[in-house]
């Protein structure tokens, strides 16, 4: 028993299960919006639920599937698998255990999030052998995480309406745009085994520009939301602070300067994606 609860520790050390505040707010901001406020206190721990279980789970997978490749990388090769803390058949019963939490919890909601949960699962889940099929594979991370606030919407109402795929749309694009970013990181070991990426595909420079036309759609799309979903000035505040928020991610990191690359990564968008749902929240129950 005591050596199960250590490796289920290290598991959660390793999957970052803390950086679920990445997706998890966009979630609530999808529950939110459908409920035009709080839903019950059900639907809310239903879907907090299966948000942790789904990343838990993708996290996991990704690190059993890609054990070789971060044991041959210099950056990865002291994460748990290939350093030898956790053996690759606890990692896969610990993702079977995170995917039936996940597959309970959307049963326990209604009867779409069941029927949707299996296509969710797959696409999270797939993430983790984009990177040995196309370049766009940041794009796929995307739709894992932006599969949340729309699955959250149905949660809340179950049907589905076509406005909530603006939300799913604006999160796939940061995303993406984020992620193209960290893989330069990778650019060099990228190439050395044929990995595909956006930095590899295009050098670091081509990334950073496609990463910051990402991020101008995410602006863009942040402005048709408030006219979609009617909100307000709280609003308007908060999306002029996600807009300078992400102008400022693109200034601390360059193609010749990734030392900040943890900051604008990990500091950075979860802040953005704190002040996104404050802001809407805020809005959202001021005007009811």
């Excluded at 209604?110 to 949960?117: F, K, Y």
């Excluded at 968008?269 to 996104?276: A, D, E, H, T, Y």
Aim: charged content about 15%; proline content about 3%.
């Amino acid at each position: 028993m005591e050596n199960v609860l250590r490796n289920t520790r290290v598991t959660l050390e390793m999957i970052k299960w803390e950086h679920s505040i990445f997706a998890l707010p966009f979630a609530l901001t999808g529950a939110m919006l459908a409920a035009n406020g709080w839903p019950t206190l059900r639907t809310l721990g239903l879907i907090v639920l299966c948000m942790v279980a789904a990343r838990s789970a993708a996290m996991a997978f990704n690190r059993l599937v890609d054990a070789k490749l971060d044991a041959e990388n210099p950056r990865t090769a002291m994460r748990a698998i290939p350093a030898g803390h956790l053996s690759s058949g606890f990692v896969l019963v610990f993702t079977i255990v995170a995917s039936c939490v996940f597959l309970v919890g959307a049963a326990l909601l209604n009867r779409l999030t069941l029927e949707c949960a299996p296509f969710a699962l797959a696409v999270v889940l797939s993430y983790s052998y984009m990177k040995r099929v196309t370049r766009w594979s940041h794009l796929v991370l995307g739709l894992a995480l932006g599969i949340a606030p729309a699955a959250a919407w149905i949660a809340v109402r179950g049907t589905f309406a076509p406005r909530a795929a603006l939300l799913t749309a604006i999160v796939i694009l940061w995303v993406g745009g984020f992620d193209v970013l960290y893989a330069c990181q990778d650019f060099d070991y990228d190439r050395k085994v044929g990995l595909f990426s956006v930095p590899a595909a295009f050098g670091l420079d081509g990334a950073f520009w496609i990463a910051r036309v990402m991020h101008l759609g995410v602006m863009v799309l942040l402005f048709v939301m408030l006219h979609v979903f009617g909100l307000g000035v709280i609003a308007l505040v908060g999306m002029c602070a996600v807009v300078l928020l992400l102008a400022y991610e693109h200034l601390i990191v360059s193609p010749r300067d990734l030392s900040r690359m943890n900051a604008a990564f990990f500091t950075l968008n979860g802040i953005i994606s704190v002040v996104f749902f404050v802001s809407v929240a805020a809005d959202v129950l001021h005007r009811r």
